[in-house]
């Protein structure tokens, strides 16, 4: 069974750009999620989707970050403009819906807003 | 919000030497997930935990749900080089599936 699938694995841009990041979850996973892990921290969740409805936002930030998963499926999460203090490695992972479900994680893209 | 108190931060252990680290809060969780992360990698899964008072193994690790539902810990017996890394608690939901995950404790094997 193929894993959670995410690009690209690295990015490097100026602050003020926009970039944006692509995930494929596992195939039938229903809920998909995209986690910001800064440096020396654990992840921390920035929007979660059941299907292609948003179940939590309450960390992303809005003014900058916006994520959608148009089919339900794959999803893209994208920051406009950037800053530097949002270098990080940018998670996705997926899990089965329906309580109990345990996530799992692609590779991560890391940023570097330079 | 939720937080999950992982402890330690670090540990410096000899190769062969078992590993005990644990995971707090406040709130109560359905689910208790251990991680390990390597560097330039995802978080991969360990062992998840569903039922208060569970107990599981996944090969020299070992991990319980607490009583509480409100902590939970692993165990590494004889570790080895390949045990290195960072390793993240995290606690879910049923109800939402949410998803918290604590700072890690990261896993130092001296040569």
């Known amino acids: 069974e193929a894993g959670v699938a995410q690009s690209p694995r690295y990015k490097i841009i100026e602050k003020r750009q926009s970039v944006a990041f692509w995930c494929n979850p596992i195939s039938g996973h229903a809920t998909l999620y995209w986690y910001q892990q800064i440096l020396g921290q654990g992840p921390k969740l920035l929007i979660q989707f059941q299907n292609n409805g948003v179940v939590d936002d309450s960390q992303l930030p809005k003014d900058r970050f916006s994520a959608e998963r148009l089919k339900g499926v794959d999803s893209t999460l994208k920051i406009q403009p950037a800053k530097l203090e949002d270098s990080a490695v940018y998670l996705c992972?997926?899990?089965?819906?329906?309580?109990?479900?345990?996530?799992?994680f692609g590779q991560g893209t890391r940023l570097t807003v330079v | 919000g939720q937080q999950l108190n992982q402890s330690p931060q670090s540990m410096f252990i000899q190769e062969g030497e078992d590993v005990s680290m644990n995971c707090t809060s406040s709130?109560?969780?359905?689910?208790w997930l251990w991680y390990k992360q390597d560097p330039g990698e995802g978080p991969v899964l360990l062992i998840a935990?569903?039922?208060?008072?569970e107990l599981t193994s996944n090969g020299r690790l070992t991990a319980q749900f607490g009583i509480t539902r409100k902590d939970s810990f692993l165990n590494i017996s004889a570790s080895i080089p390949s045990d290195v890394g960072i390793y993240f608690c995290?606690?879910?939901?049923?109800?939402?599936?949410?998803?918290?995950f604590g700072k890690g404790t990261r896993l130092h094997i001296l040569p």
């Open positions: 992972a997926s899990s089965l819906a329906g309580g109990g479900s345990t996530a799992f």
């Open positions: 709130s109560i969780f359905n689910t």
């Open positions: 935990l569903y039922k208060a008072g």
């Open positions: 995290a606690g879910g939901h049923n109800r939402d599936d949410k998803i918290i």
